[in-house]
């Protein structure tokens, strides 16, 4: 029963491993600036170590994060930006009810519906693939609407891991890991649609047994 070999071990091994990279993206996400690459670091880490057994967490989340943060700064610095204008807009209308400001809620909420869409798929684009930002962020809005139900799944496991979060602040360790964790199923199933079939002899390929 505790033999390292164990499947009781395997699963405390596992915990530790989903708990120790959500533990990561929240402490490398502390500068804000650095939550994209630190999100697609985490997602990276936790699809090849936990999900595909390959590698040691740290090393992966640290080598995913090192190699892609200057690729991430512009798309961190426009998300910032666009969450503060909007998140403003918005707050401004819930709070000056009318005719012509609820029209423009509504706009400006389906907007943001539409930017959270979109911004989800990003991490894991560009943990997976190199590319410009241009097509990484075309290919996440091809995502959002072609695989709709997927994003609305994403979108709502999102709002209850924040709801969870604010009434359990000390959850910030817990819920972010294993957020990320179920975050990698219905991503890969996405992914897989825009890989290439591995060719014969190729190495490394342990993103298409996920």
Known sequence: MFSPDSRLARIMGTAFDILLIGIFWFVCSLPIITIVVSTTAAYYAMAKTVRAGNGYVLKEFFRCFKLNFRQSL?????????????????????????????????????????????????????????????????????????????????????VLAAIGIWLMPWAVVVIPGIFMFLFTYPMEFVMKHFMEKPKEGQEDIWYYTL
């Open 74 to 158: 512009i798309p961190a610095l426009s998300y910032m930006l666009i969450s503060f204008i909007l998140g403003l807009d918005i707050f401004y209308l819930w709070n000056n009810r009318g005719k012509g400001n609820d029209m423009l809620f509504i706009i400006l909420s389906g907007i943001a519906f539409l930017f959270i869409a979109v911004t989800i798929y990003f991490p894991p684009m560009l943990s997976r693939f190199d590319k410009k930002n241009t097509k990484l962020l075309s290919m996440a809005a091809l995502s959002a609407f072609r695989y709709l139900p997927v994003t609305i799944v994403c979108l709502i496991v999102i």
